[in-house]
């Protein structure tokens, strides 16, 4: 879906205040705490449990309440879908509308069971030392070289996405990595799909079912 400025304007006008009870109860029924939930807002905005009851007894709007807050310098890793909405494809003209949705975000996956280490977003910094692997292409055509950890994470994901599905086409393993691995991922998900999923065919791991179009894949037999 698209953003207009008329629903960047509707959620400027809602009050935080009448929003907060509804995220609290979610998580709570789904087995979270307030704490947990005061503990992403505060990393996301900068506002701790005291400035959050301030907020809400001031009545502020969402608009207000994001022009306060310290926005989290690595916000932009917050991914994906929420409510509909592609976070990472919301105009940069309807800010307060990425924002509310990125924090909304966060929330979802606290309600998903995710853990408080994989929601507060952290910058991976990959040395130059790290191990590293050439991979494989099929026909014998060049691989490139990428860092092992990658490899593997990429690797582990694809073979059990295949075993799951006993067949599945490329474009539904693209989909679901996409989905499943954006948020927090670092680097672009579809190109390492791409080279792992040749190298693992190159491999003899993994093989394309001949006649199928577009075409599916399976795990070597």
Same mark, same amino acid.
């Given at each position: 879906?698209?953003? /207009? &400025? ?19 109860? =979610? ?5 979270? @705490?307030?704490?947990?939930? $005061? ?5 996301? @905005?900068?506002?701790?449990?005291? %400035? ?8 502020? /709007? ?8 310290? #926005?989290?310098? $690595? !916000? ?35 309600? +998903? ?11 991976? =910094? ?5 191990? =590293?692997?050439? /991979?494989? +292409? ?6 490139? $070289? #990428? ?27 693209? %989909?679901? !990595?996409?989905? &499943?691995?954006?948020?927090?991922? %670092? ?14 065919? !190159?491999?003899?791991? #993994? ?10 894949? =399976?795990?070597?037999?």
């Amino acid at each position: 879906m698209k953003v /207009t &400025a008329e629903k960047n304007e509707k959620v400027a006008k809602l009050y935080f205040a009448s929003i907060y009870p509804l995220y609290l109860n =979610r998580l709570e029924k789904n087995g979270r @705490t307030k704490e947990e939930l $005061n503990q992403v807002i505060e990393w996301f @905005t900068g506002f701790d449990k005291d %400035d959050l009851q301030a907020l809400i007894k001031e009545n502020v /709007t969402f608009g207000a309440f994001f022009q306060k807050a310290t #926005i989290h310098p $690595n !916000a932009h890793m917050i991914k994906g879908v929420v409510c509909g909405y592609r976070i990472e494809d919301i105009e940069d003209e309807f800010e307060l509308y990425k924002q509310c949705r990125r924090m909304e975000k966060l929330i979802d996956e606290l309600a +998903r069971g995710r853990k408080m280490e994989k929601i507060l977003r952290k910058e991976k =910094r990959w040395s130059f030392k790290e191990p =590293r692997i050439l /991979t494989k +292409r099929p026909q014998g055509k060049a691989g490139v $070289n #990428i860092l092992k950890e990658k490899y593997d994470f990429i690797k582990t994901f694809i073979l059990k996405t295949v075993t799951d599905h006993n067949e599945i086409t490329f474009v539904k393993l693209s %989909d679901l !990595a996409v989905e &499943a691995l954006s948020p927090t991922f %670092d680097g672009k998900v579809v190109w390492y799909i791409v080279t792992v999923k040749l190298d693992l065919e !190159a491999r003899a791991i #993994i093989e394309r079912i001949p006649k199928t179009s577009p075409h599916k894949l =399976r795990l070597k037999k």
